[in-house]
């Protein structure tokens, strides 16, 4: 059973910075691929960032870049979401989620959020002006 859970979330002043984990269990990457996903309100949930399976490299969404950055910790089953320069429009409900690397869940514009085939409990992230 694919388990995830997103944790870190909080309430933060614009230009601040956060760190979210995900812990997970029930999968591996030589089948899935990882990623970031937020649902600001009133829009649908879209990609932050994600890691490919296969590569390992980090893709992330135009909008997070530089800003933002995604890593992991295999032995202890976590990936990390480094936020920084937070920004009000950052508002969201952080998860975590995996999708099928042959369906090409992680791409260069981070995880297709249509593609995710698990998801975790997220985390609520307030960015305030």
């Known amino acids: 059973e694919v388990q995830l859970q997103a944790s870190g979330g909080g309430l933060v002043q614009a230009g601040g910075s956060l760190r979210l984990s995900c812990t997970f269990s029930?999968?591996?990457?030589?089948?899935?691929?990882i990623g970031w996903l937020r649902q600001i309100p009133g829009k649908e949930r879209e990609g932050v960032s994600c890691?490919?399976?296969?590569?390992?490299?980090?893709y992330y969404r135009d909008s997070v870049k530089v800003r933002f950055t995604m890593s992991s910790d295999i032995s202890k089953n976590t990936v990390y979401l480094e936020m920084s320069s937070l920004k009000p429009e950052d508002t969201a409900v952080y998860s975590c989620?995996?999708?099928?690397?042959?369906?090409?869940?992680?791409?260069?514009?981070?995880?297709?959020?249509?593609?995710?085939?698990?998801w975790g409990r997220g985390t609520q992230v307030t960015v305030s002006s």
């Open positions: 890691i490919d399976g296969t590569t390992r490299n980090t």
């Open positions: 029930g999968f591996t990457f030589d089948v899935y691929s």
């Open positions: 989620g995996v999708g099928l690397k042959d369906q090409y869940y992680c791409s260069a514009y981070g995880p297709n959020p249509y593609g995710t085939k698990y």
